[in-house]
C-alpha cells in the first residue's frame, strides 16, 4: 500500500507565502515523477507544478516565477514553495506521484489540502 500524505495548506492573505509538502511512504521501490495539481471551485484539475526525479521541473504558465518544486534527497518527498499568492490561486492542492513497486509503475494522488487566499 502506498501513501501520499499532505500538509501545508491553510489561509493566506494576498501576496503571502506558502510551503506544500507531500510525503510517499509505504512499499516502494523508487518515485518517478511527483508533482502538484489544484482544483478550484467549479473548475478542472490543473497542473501546477512537477519534477522527475532527475530534477527536471515544469510549471503552469499561472505559476512561473511564483512558485518553486523541489525534492528530498531521498525523493519521496515534493515541497511546494509558492509566493505573492493571489486570490486565483484559491484551490484544493493534491500531491501526484508514479510509485514503482515490484516492478510496476502506478499513479497516486494525495488526499488534497486546501489552500484559500483571502484578506
Known amino acids: 500500500q502506498v501513501q501520499l500524505v499532505e500538509s501545508g495548506g491553510g489561509l493566506v492573505q494576498p501576496g503571502g507565502s506558502l510551503r506544500l509538502s507531500c510525503s510517499a511512504s509505504?512499499?516502494?521501490?523508487?518515485?518517478?515523477?511527483m508533482g502538484w495539481y489544484r482544483q478550484a471551485p467549479g473548475k478542472q484539475r490543473e497542473l501546477v507544478a512537477q519534477i522527475t526525479r532527475f530534477g527536471t521541473t515544469n510549471y503552469a504558465d499561472s505559476v512561473k516565477g511564483r512558485a518553486t518544486i523541489s525534492r528530498d534527497n531521498a525523493k519521496t518527498m515534493v515541497l511546494l514553495q509558492m509566493n505573492t499568492l493571489e486570490p486565483e490561486d484559491t484551490a484544493v492542492y493534491y500531491c501526484?506521484?508514479?510509485?514503482?513497486?515490484?516492478?510496476?509503475?502506478?499513479?497516486?494522488w494525495g488526499q488534497g489540502t486546501q489552500v484559500t487566499v483571502s484578506s
Open positions: 509505504g512499499s516502494i521501490s523508487s518515485v518517478e515523477t
Open positions: 501526484n506521484a508514479d510509485v514503482v513497486r515490484f516492478g510496476n509503475m502506478k499513479n497516486y
